[in-house]
């Protein structure tokens, strides 16, 4: 069984820069496309970006496209997410998972949730 753990949040300003972690153990994740997501009290998980398990292709959601970064450490067993030029709007927890179903944005196709970071952006 696969266990995820997010990390890399916090307190930051407007146009400051955040890397996520999104980090396995119990299992290698590297066999399995891996996404974020993030949500907001009273509304559902919204789809951040995704990455194959080879780590050739990614996908974006049009809000974070050109201002994130979708990527894996194999050797590590960790997939990162780095954004930049950050915004109130992307204040949320974040969520990483795992899917077999590359680009997919929906969160029921994902699985082994892990408990989330939570990223506060100030204005």
């Known amino acids: 069984q696969v266990q995820l753990r997010e990390s890399g949040g916090g307190l930051v300003q407007a146009g400051d820069s955040l890397r996520l972690s999104c980090i396995a153990s119990g299992n290698t994740i590297n066999s399995y496309d891996v996404g974020w997501f993030r949500q907001t009290p009273g509304q559902e998980r919204e789809f951040v970006a995704v990455?194959?398990?080879?780590?050739?292709?990614?996908a974006y959601a049009d809000s974070v496209r050109g201002r994130s970064t979708i990527s894996r450490d194999h050797a590590m067993n960790t997939v990162y997410l780095q954004m930049s030029d950050l915004e109130p709007e992307d204040t949320a927890i974040y969520f990483c998972a795992v899917t077999f179903q590359y680009p997919s944005a929906s969160a029921s196709n994902y699985r082994y949730w892990g408990q989330g970071t939570q990223v506060t952006v100030s204005a």
């Open positions: 990455i194959d398990y080879e780590g050739e292709n990614t």
